[in-house]
């Protein structure tokens, strides 16, 4: 089997063998509207097969292996949300890296974003260990949850249209559960700032007329429920970014600590 069969035994794995499982855009519309907590949303987010081109692809994947991980066993389902079940903070991000958390079965984790990522926000007080290898591995949030717009890795890392439009319902289902206690959310690249736009809107979020320009370091307030939040922007830590010297370690740093210091 190209894939971790839900229930049997993944570290964390949120699903059993009863989880109801989408197979269409329709479903995952119902699925996700239904859910009433965190813990039925991201089982039912990790075994969702409503995109046959990206259940093809993550399985694939999963499957055939990069080289250097032949010997391991690859996760090959959705990647759900993680972190704080009451976060202040939510970081968004755009999808699973196909031998990152497409192998892992944790978003940002066993890749080298992530290693940028989670040694950044251990710096910053929000993470328990300054590395994020593998599901088990002890790492733990600090009053942070992480979640992609899209729950599956894709081919060249560039999920259609349909696809994100697929996936948005678990995106923003997600983001209703926890604004109770969100202060803040860092979106992770210019990508992560466009989707978690119409994402905040349908958790309830009270948003500006315009949607103000990415860019890092750029900061909105929006309100839920009367409560002000504010929205930061930062550049991906992808590799490309991190080996022209686009972002920096401190750049990440000072959003994380911006980000700790408004959530209190």
Known sequence: MSFVPPG???PGD????ETPVALDPADVRRLAAACGTLAELTAEQSVCR???RLVTWREEVAQVKRRAFADETYWGRPVPGWGAERPSILLVGLAPAAHGGNRTGRIFTGDRSGDWLFASLHRSGLATQETSTHAGDGQKLLGTRVLAS???APPANKPTPEEKAACFPWMAREMALVAPTVRVVVALGGYAWQA???ALKDAGYTLPRSRPAFGHGAEVEVRHGGSPVT???CYHPSQQNTFTG????QMLDEIFTRARALAV
């Open 50 to 52: 409503a995109c046959p």
């Open 150 to 152: 899209v729950r599956c």
């Open 196 to 198: 978690m736009w119409p």
């Open 231 to 233: 929205l930061i922007g």
């Open 8 to 10: 049997t035994g993944w």
């Open 246 to 249: 686009r972002v920096t370690a």
């Open 14 to 17: 949120p699903a059993t063998a």
